[in-house]
């Protein structure tokens, strides 16, 4: 599968960014999908997952609360909807799917990758 990943940018801290993932390629539905990030000078890290269903959703205890994954199979994107905003999740997000259950946080667990694009939250 393909994946192209839109929607970063500039944001002020406290504001709101939605990502977008777009697929392309084999059936959508039969992808976990997941947003990781990679802030700067760090290891890329794990940000949220969702099931092929949608009914399952994880999320990094640094985004609890504040990021919301979801996904619409019909249109075959997946989003994080990310709140309160701050400094430190400036990062280039990436997405990614893998045929399996959702409930993976490694990066190896993952099987396409999409380019990733840049949050940046002054403040």
């Known amino acids: 599968v393909q994946l192209q990943a839109s929607g970063g940018g500039l944001v002020q801290a406290g504001g709101s960014l939605r990502l977008s993932c777009a697929a392309s390629?084999?059936?959508?539905?039969?992808?976990?999908m997941a947003w990781f990030r990679q802030r700067p000078g760090k290891e890329r890290e794990f940000v949220a997952s969702?099931?092929?269903?949608?009914?399952?959703?994880y999320y990094a205890n640094s985004v609890k609360g504040r990021f919301t994954i979801y996904r619409d199979n019909a249109k075959n994107t997946v989003f994080v909807q990310m709140n309160t905003l701050q400094p430190e999740d400036t990062a280039v997000y990436y997405c990614?799917?893998?045929?399996?259950?959702?409930?993976?946080?490694?990066?190896?667990?993952?099987?396409?990758w999409g380019q990733g694009t840049q949050v940046t939250v002054s403040s």
């Open positions: 390629g084999r059936t959508f539905s039969t992808y976990a």
């Open positions: 990614a799917a893998r045929e399996g259950t959702a409930k993976a946080i490694r990066l190896v667990s993952y099987d396409s």
């Open positions: 969702i099931s092929r269903s949608g009914e399952s959703t």
